[in-house]
T-cell receptor
Framework: SAVISQKPSRDICQRGTSLTIQCQVD?????MFWYRQQPGQSLTLIAT?????????ESGFVIDKFPISRPNLTFSTLTVSNMSPEDSSIYLC???????????FGPGTRLTVT | DAKTTQPPSMDCAEGRAANLPCNHS???????VYWYRQIHSQGPQYIIH???NNETNEMASLIITEDRKSSTLILPHATLRDTAVYYC?????????????FGKGTRLSVIA
């Protein structure tokens, strides 16, 4: 199994600023995934982060707005840039073990933009 | 991955069995049915998965129809802590390197 932690757990930010969310996995994983969950909605995949290469973004998400770093096999960051109130959401980090069937999730970062 | 259809919400009395249905009529031969749940303010949590045989673990049972076009997740004795959104997801096996795609799920409310 894998345990995923995220920092910060929540934050309140002013519009126009940026926030970097950290995700730490207690096992080495090939792929890490970032999701957004808007209030009352399901999870939407933002991007897939592979160690040593640029992240792959889903339709509607761009690198300039959500830059991702993946410096090693256990860590990733997601930055929410130039924030607006519409970015207020829960951001979740996730990973699966190679050859495994389960995907593990962090507890999420609750972001409020004022 | 095949698309799934779930009712938006269900209620269940505490102590009773909760039966959550899922339709996945376009499932292909090698795709598994997975169930996850998300308790309020937490990340999603794996519950169970299966291919074609019924499966049971310490959390739940999964019943898949013979034609594999639908399934039912059963929580045998629902408690208040089972109140959550339940997601039925169809995907290829051992796909730890591909992300889950979430539908809208079923919001289960367990009532005292």
């Amino acid at each position: 199994s894998a345990v995923i932690s995220q920092k910060p757990s929540r934050d309140i930010c002013q519009r126009g600023t940026s926030l970097t969310i950290q995700c730490q996995v207690d096992s080495q994983v090939t792929m890490m995934f970032w999701y957004r969950q808007q209030p009352g909605q399901s999870l939407t995949l933002i991007a897939t982060a592979n160690q040593g290469s640029e992240a792959t973004y889903e339709s509607g998400f761009v690198i300039d707005k959500f830059p991702i770093s993946r410096p090693n096999l256990t860590f990733s960051t997601l930055t929410v840039s130039n924030m607006s109130p519409e970015d207020s959401s829960i951001y979740l980090c996730s990973a699966g073990l190679a050859g495994g069937y389960e995907q593990y999730f962090g507890p999420g970062t609750r972001l409020t933009v004022t | 991955d095949a698309k799934t259809t779930q009712p938006p919400s269900m209620d269940c009395a505490e102590g009773r069995a909760a039966n959550l249905p899922c339709n996945h009529s376009t499932i292909s031969g090698n795709e598994y049915v997975y169930w996850y749940r998300q308790i309020h303010s937490q990340g999603p949590q794996y519950i169970i998965h299966g291919l074609k045989n019924n499966e049971t673990n310490e959390m739940a049972s999964l019943i898949i129809t013979e034609d594999r076009k639908s399934s039912t997740l059963i929580l045998p004795h629902a408690t208040l802590r089972d109140t959550a959104v339940y997601y039925c997801i169809v995907r290829s096996p051992h796909s730890g390197n591909t992300p889950l795609v979430f539908g809208k799920g079923t919001r289960l409310s367990v009532i005292a």
